[in-house]
C-alpha cells in the first residue's frame, strides 16, 4: 500500500487506513486532509451512469474516514480509436453529477490512451481529525452496521452476462449511485471510531482486514446480513465473479465458517463496487442509526458484534 508520506512525519495521522490508497494529514487541531484515488473499468453500458458509479465509487474512500469531499480530478483511460469522445463527455457528465450531489468542485484531470476505458477520481477531502473514522478503530463490544446491501458483483457479473433482470440492474444501480455522505453522518454520530467502506474485497475481506489491524475478532450473523434483491438467484446460476472465490481464499485461514453453505459464504465475499460502510457502536446508538438510515432510504442492518481477539472472522 502507497503511503503519501513518510511514516515518521507528523502530519500524516493515518495511512491506508480504510484498507485502500487513502491518506489523512492534520492541518491544525480541527481539520484534516483526506486523500485518495480509485478507478474502475465500465459495469454497465450506459455512460453517463458508468460515470456516476465510478465517481461514487472513488469519493467513498473519504466518507469511510468520516470526512467531506472538496476537490477531485478526472482520471482517464480511453480508447479514442473506438471510443468517441462524446462519449467521454457523457463519462464526465455523470461523475459531475455525483459531484453536484456530493457538494465537491471536480477540476479537470488527466486522460490516457489505454485499449480498455477506465474511469475515476482522485480526491481531496477534509475531516477532523478527533473524530476519524478508520479501519483500525473497531472495538469489542461494538455491534457491526452494514449501511447497503450486498450482491453488486453477482449482478454487475449477470449485467456482462445479459442475464440481469431490468428490475434488478435498476435495483443494483441505485445502490451503486447512492453516496456514504448520510451513513458517515450517522456512524460519527453514533460514536463510530472503526469503520471500512465495503468494495472490492467484499465484505469478508475488508472486515477481516478491519479487525486484524484492530486487534479483534468478530462475528457475522448471515442471516441479518443483506441481499440486493435478485442477486441470491443470479448467484445460483453461477453469475459469480472471479473477485469473490479470491476474497474467499484470502480470508478463509482466520475465517470460521460454522455450518453455512459454499454459497452463503461467497455471498459475503461479493466483490463490491461502490458499497456500503460497515462501522461499529454500541448497541443503543447503532440501533438509533439504524432509525436515521432507514429514514434516509438505506436498506441497513446490524449484522454482528466486535469481541476481544486477535483478527479472526466467525459466522454464525
Known sequence: MRRLAPVDDPALLVGAATGDDA???????GRALVVTADFITPVVDDARMWGRVAAANAVSDVYAMGGRPLLALNLVGWNSEELSIDLLAEVLLGAQDIASEGGFIIA???TVDDPEPKFGLAVVGEADPDRLLTN???RPGDVLVLTKPLGIGVITTAIKAGTA?????????DCMTRLNAEAARVALDAGATGATDVTGFGLLGHLGRAVMESGVDAEIDVGAVPLLEGARALAE????????????????ERLDRGNHAELDVLLL?????SGGLVFGASPAAAHEALDQLEETGHTASVIGRVAEGNGRLRLA
Open 23 to 29: 491518506a489523512v494529514y492534520r492541518l491544525d487541531d
Open 108 to 110: 479537470g484531470g488527466h
Open 269 to 273: 465475499a461479493d466483490a463490491q463496487t
Open 136 to 138: 483500525t478503530g473497531f
Open 165 to 173: 433482470p431490468d428490475d434488478v440492474v435498476h435495483g443494483a444501480l
Open 237 to 252: 446460476t453461477g453469475s459469480i465473479p472471479g473477485g469473490s472465490r479470491r476474497n474467499l481464499a484470502w480470508v478463509d
